[in-house]
């Protein structure tokens, strides 16, 4: 699977709700994601979803195209080794998530799995997002 697109997460719309509910626990409340009418007269247009949250949604919209290892106890987010926010994501837009295993290495019983995701932006030409993910999986 090395090398190869392992899925294509479903569509994800994203709400004012949601950029609303990140700004409370991030505490990040800049105008251009909290301030609809401020926003809208921003080149945005409309409000933006906060680059962090969307980067937090790989987790979710990764869990049906990221295959499970059948021998791990249990497996942990290990970091990025790079992240792109290459587009802002406009509230009311749908997202989705491209997942791609870029590199699989094996230490004593332990896996690192290096993804290459690609979130996109329903109509646009460019992602949202580009970032190389690292997950750990530890085997039983």
């Known amino acids: ?10 569509w994800f719309r994203i709400t004012q709700s949601h950029i609303d509910a990140f700004a409370n626990i991030s505490g990040d409340f800049q105008y251009i994601h909290t301030d609809p ?6 080149n945005f247009g409309s409000t933006i979803a906060h680059g962090f949250f969307t980067l937090t949604l790989l987790g979710h919209l990764g869990k049906g195209p990221r295959p499970r290892v059948h021998d791990v106890s249990h497996s942990v987010n290990y970091g990025f080794d790079r992240v792109r926010f290459v587009t802002p994501v ?12 870029a590199r699989l290495d094996e230490r004593d019983k332990d896996l690192t ?3 290459d995701c690609v979130m996109e932006v329903e109509g646009f030409t460019k992602p949202a997002i580009i970032a190389k993910w690292i997950w750990r999986a530890f085997r039983s």
């Open 1 to 10: 699977m090395i090398g190869r697109e392992t899925g294509v997460s479903s």
């Open 113 to 115: 799995a290096h993804w």
């Open 90 to 101: 406009p509230c009311g837009s749908n997202v989705r998530a491209r997942f791609t295993l």
């Open 37 to 42: 009418e401020a926003a809208a007269r921003t």
